[in-house]
């Protein structure tokens, strides 16, 4: 048997290898995070030592795969993770992992698998009153249900998404609310709607600097301009 001093020192190095994959992520060089993530788990596994390091890594590993467009390589570890995660019975990572496994069911089309997994998802974070989580999952059967042109209930999802980022006051996630259901009303040719809710998106982007978000919110506004046959307005904000 390892020895308590290699014991911990392998906890470290396994812990350290995940962030380092973690940080790798976070700036897009996915096959240097694999490699990292694969090392930390393989470590985790040879002692045993940390079951919840060991699905983290897991489930990060089918992050890295979803990233590359392997879904499923991404579906088999997202599973697996999930699997430990009930087996260790930690509701909030089961929801992670519910709804990874939803994401990549919309990535790939499977729409209705998706919103299983995501409304399973949404229904943990309620228990467990995880306001973020919650509308994160919002947002995400969002865009399950626009992909499927059921504006209607994506309308109602957006909606209630904006309530609780309103609710904790994070301004980018709002002006993002807004701009989806701006975006709902212009597939619908809701133009008026849909500027005014681009048009409140656009104050908020304004006020936070993000220069990338001004232009998109620019550029759909510039695009209703046109759909209402405003040229000169259209021209104003393209």
């Known amino acids: 048997a390892p020895s308590p001093t290699a014991f911990s020192q392998s906890k470290d190095e396994a812990i350290k290898l995940h962030q380092q994959g973690n940080d790798a992520y976070e700036h897009g060089r996915y096959q240097e995070a694999l490699t990292y993530y694969e090392q930390s788990l393989k470590i985790s596994r040879s002692f045993n030592n940390n079951k919840q390091l060991i699905a983290a890594n897991i489930n990060n590993i089918g992050g890295v795969y979803e990233s590359q467009g392997r879904y499923d390589d991404a579906l088999k570890y997202h599973e697996e993770s999930l699997k430990i995660y009930k087996d260790l019975n930690i509701p909030q990572h089961i929801a992670t992992s519910l709804n990874n496994i939803g994401m990549v069911y919309h990535s790939i089309g499977r729409y209705k698998d998706a919103l299983k997994y995501y409304e399973e998802s949404l229904k943990i974070k309620r228990d467990l009153n995880l306001s973020e989580g919650i509308a994160t999952s919002l947002i995400n059967i969002c865009a399950v249900y626009n992909s499927l042109g059921r504006y209607d209930d994506a309308l109602r999802y957006y909606e209630e998404s904006l309530k609780t980022f309103r609710k904790l006051n994070i301004p980018k996630a709002i002006a993002a609310s807004l701009h989806n259901i701006g975006a709902v009303y212009d597939s619908l040719g809701h133009y008026e709607d849909a500027l005014k809710y681009y048009e409140e998106s656009l104050k908020i982007r304004r006020e936070l ?22 040229y000169d307005d259209a021209l104003r904000y393209y």
Request: hydrophobic content about 30%.
């Open 209 to 230: 600097n993000n220069q990338q978000d001004i232009a998109t919110s620019l550029n759909n506004i510039g695009m209703v301009y046109n759909s209402l046959c405003r």
